[in-house]
C-alpha cells in the first residue's frame, strides 16, 4: 500500500483505501493501477484514476519504490551546476525523462572530493543509472559503478566505456573556428585552452593546431595559454600577453566564458574588438548574442546533447540498448572577427589608458 500526503476534509491523510471506496473497486486493484505492476480493466482503472483526481490523492514515491524493490531515479552528477554549460545539460536531461516513469535526481560537486560525496549520495538512492557531466571522479570508480547499473558520460571519455560517452566534436569545432580566422588572414592567433586533462580541451587545442599547419602557419608555443574553462582564466591568461607584448591580432577561447574574460581584458586596455582584436569562442552560451559586440563562437547543442542521453538511457532500462549519439558543431557568426588591422601589431596590443579618475572593471 502506498499512503498519500494529500488530506481529506476531516484533515486525515488520503489512502488508497479511501479510493478504492470512491471507486468501489478493491484496495488491490488500487494498488495494481498507481502501480503499474498488473493489467487492470479499463473500466476499473478509469474508475481508479477518476477517484484520485476527486480526492487529490498523491502518492508516496517513497513507499512505493520500497514496495517495488527499486526507485525510478535517473542519477545526473554534473562538475557543476554554476557552469551555464552544465546547466544547460541538465535542461535538457530534464526534458528527455519528462513524461517518462523515471525522474532525475541531482547531485553535484566541483572539487574532487564533493564529487566523490555526491556520487555515494546518488548510489545510496539506489538510483536506476548515472549520466556523469565531466567530473574528476577516477576512471576506475566509473567503472566499477558500470558493472552495477547503466553509465553514461558527457564531456568526458572513460577508458573501456568509450561507447557510451556522448560527445560532440570538438576536434572539428576548434578547426572550424580557427580556420575561420585563417579565412579572414590572422596568423597570430591566441588559443585559451581549458584545463589540460580535459578531453574536450584537448581536443580543441589538437583543432587550432591542425588548422594553422593544414592554413601553413607554424604553431607558436608564446599563443597557447592555459585557462580553466572560467571567465577569470581567459582574462588572466589575455593580460599575460598584452603585459608581455607579445604580438596577436586574434584569440580563439576555448569556451564562450574564456572569451568573455578575455574581451573584458581587451577592454581595459582600450584594444577594439574586432577592429584591433577578432575573438571567438565556443558553446555559444544564450549570453554570447548579448555581449557587445556579440560574440562569433562556435555553437555545441547542449540542450539536444542532454535530451538526446535521456532517451538512450531511457531506452535502455526499456531493453532496447545503448545507441552511442554524436553531435556537430556549428559556426555562428556574429560582430566580433574581422579581418586583421592593416598594419600587423607589432609588440603587441598597446594599452589604452583610459579618462582619468575612470575605473575600468
Not at 514515491?61 to 526507485?71: I, P
Not at 580556420?179 to 580541451?201: N, Q
Amino acid at each position: 500500500m502506498t499512503d498519500a500526503a494529500s488530506a481529506r476534509p476531516d484533515g486525515q491523510r488520503v489512502t488508497i483505501r479511501d479510493i478504492a471506496e470512491h471507486a468501489g473497486v478493491s484496495v488491490a486493484t488500487v494498488s495494481r493501477v498507481l502501480n503499474n505492476t498488473v493489467p487492470v480493466a479499463r473500466a476499473k482503472r478509469a474508475a481508479v484514476m477518476d477517484a484520485v483526481e476527486a480526492l487529490g490523492y498523491r502518492p508516496n514515491v517513497v513507499a512505493q519504490e520500497l514496495a517495488r524493490g527499486h526507485t525510478q531515479a535517473v542519477g545526473i552528477l554534473p562538475q557543476g551546476i554554476s557552469n551555464p554549460f552544465y546547466s544547460r545539460l541538465l535542461k535538457g536531461v530534464e526534458q528527455g525523462l519528462r513524461g517518462s516513469a523515471y525522474y532525475p535526481l541531482f547531485a553535484s560537486g566541483e572539487q574532487p572530493a564533493e564529487q566523490a560525496s555526491a556520487l555515494e549520495l546518488l548510489l545510496t538512492h539506489r538510483v536506476e543509472a548515472l549520466i556523469l557531466m565531466g567530473g574528476h571522479i577516477p576512471d576506475d570508480e566509473v567503472l566499477a559503478v558500470a558493472k552495477r547499473l547503466p553509465v553514461v558520460t558527457i564531456g568526458r571519455t572513460i577508458r573501456g566505456l568509450e561507447r557510451r560517452c556522448v560527445r560532440v566534436e570538438n576536434h572539428e569545432g576548434a578547426y572550424r573556428a580557427t580556420r575561420h580566422l585563417r579565412d579572414l588572414g590572422h596568423t597570430r592567433i591566441v588559443h585559451i585552452t581549458g584545463l589540460p586533462w580535459h578531453g574536450d580541451a584537448v581536443a580543441r587545442l589538437e583543432g587550432y593546431v591542425s588548422a594553422l599547419r593544414d592554413t601553413g602557419v607554424e604553431v607558436d608555443p608564446a599563443l597557447i595559454v592555459e585557462g580553466d574553462f572560467e571567465e577569470q582564466s581567459g582574462l588572466a591568461g589575455t593580460e599575460k600577453l598584452l603585459q608581455a607584448r607579445v604580438p596577436f591580432t586574434a584569440i580563439f577561447a576555448g569556451n564562450d566564458q574564456m572569451a568573455f574574460g578575455a574581451g573584458l581584458a581587451l577592454f581595459r586596455r582600450g584594444v577594439q574588438v574586432p577592429r584591433d582584436v577578432s575573438l571567438i569562442g565556443f558553446d555559444d552560451q544564450p549570453s554570447a548574442a548579448y555581449t557587445w559586440p556579440p560574440l562569433t563562437t562556435i555553437r555545441q547543442p547542449a540542450v539536444e546533447m542532454g535530451f538526446a542521453t535521456a532517451r538512450t538511457i531511457l531506452d535502455e532500462l526499456r531493453g532496447r540498448g545503448f545507441v552511442q549519439p554524436t553531435f556537430h558543431t556549428d559556426l555562428v557568426l556574429r560582430a566580433s572577427t574581422a579581418p586583421p588591422p592593416p598594419a600587423a601589431i607589432r609588440g603587441g596590443v598597446r594599452h589604452r589608458p583610459g579618462p582619468r579618475g575612470v575605473s575600468r572593471r
